[in-house]
């Protein structure tokens, strides 16, 4: 069959239709929101630069180092939600950040005198207790009953049960030994007027009972030897806390081991 050449071709024409620009409809958004916050930083780094003075500087620039000793209880946001400002005069000393032009941080050689006043206190109370120095306020069979340790918080007297001796019956009446052990150290605290802390431990009871005793007896054992310390005439506004910590501290390997009974009295520095 003969082609009809005469026909005029079709031609089909197909348009790309671009709804909203696509997905480059509001990429320019986000730049621009990028070079704006950009340029507010830009400008409030001028502006400390120009309104502060080369401490402060060094304050803020400390205060974004990683290493920098920032306090937990601080926010750095100049009073709000109990933070405090880089620029408080009393955040260098302190917290190692920020400062004011008009004050230099404080000298640490009269807390270093301090520190070792209090530490020869501490000592003296030791050797009167121990007998280090000669006679001893503590019987010779007691003394297996009391550890002393000076630590950062102060001056800590244990006083522990020994497996055929105990400091407490009953879970925490407390026996004729430990009644004399709180009247020696009733005695030898009158070298200070550091306020005390009491702790109590406990070991741990087998896991056969139907009921937990060890926060109940940690609790009635520290108020008891603080109740033998106030009724022995120890003031009772020094009695800054008592603290139960049940059987979560042991001290020994085995939980249940007779040394973790124990109570702790802590002569705090000032």
Do not use: C
């Not at 031609?11 to 990028?34: E, L, T």
């Not at 001893?136 to 497996?163: C, I, K, N, Q």
């Not at 009953?170 to 009644?179: C, I, Q, S, V, Y």
């Amino acid at each position: 069959m003969a082609t009809d050449r005469n026909v005029a071709p079709v031609i089909i024409k197909r348009k790309k239709v671009i709804v909203a620009g696509g997905h480059h409809g509001g990429a320019w958004k986000v730049a621009y929101a990028d070079f704006v916050t950009a340029m507010m930083a830009f400008f409030m780094l001028m502006w400390l630069l120009n309104a502060t003075t080369e401490k402060q500087r060094k304050g803020i620039s400390d205060y974004f180092s990683p290493t920098a000793p920032i306090s937990r209880l601080s926010s750095g946001s100049d009073g709000m939600f109990m933070g405090e400002s880089v620029f408080a005069s009393d955040v260098l000393p302190r917290m190692g950040v920020g400062a004011s032009s008009w004050q230099e941080p404080p000298s640490t050689s009269s807390q270093d005198s301090d520190a070792q006043d209090q530490n020869s206190q501490f000592k003296e109370v030791q050797d009167v207790l121990l007998g280090l120095s000669g006679e001893s306020m503590l019987e010779d069979r007691w003394l297996r009953h009391v550890v002393t340790r000076v630590t950062d918080e102060g001056l800590v007297l244990e006083f522990f049960d020994a497996e055929d001796d105990p400091l407490f019956t009953n879970g925490a009446d407390p026996t004729k030994l430990m009644r004399e052990i709180a009247y020696s150290v009733r005695e030898a605290s009158k070298l200070l007027k550091n306020d005390v802390a009491v702790e109590g431990h406990v070991a741990t009871v087998p896991v056969i009972r139907l009921d937990d005793p060890t926060w109940d007896w940690s609790a009635d054992r520290a108020f008891a030897l603080a109740d033998l310390l106030v009724g022995f005439g120890f003031e009772a506004e020094r009695l800054r806390r008592v603290t139960a910590y049940g059987d979560r501290e042991p001290v020994v390997d085995n939980p249940m081991a007779a040394r973790n009974n124990r109570i702790e009295l802590v002569f705090l520095r000032f």
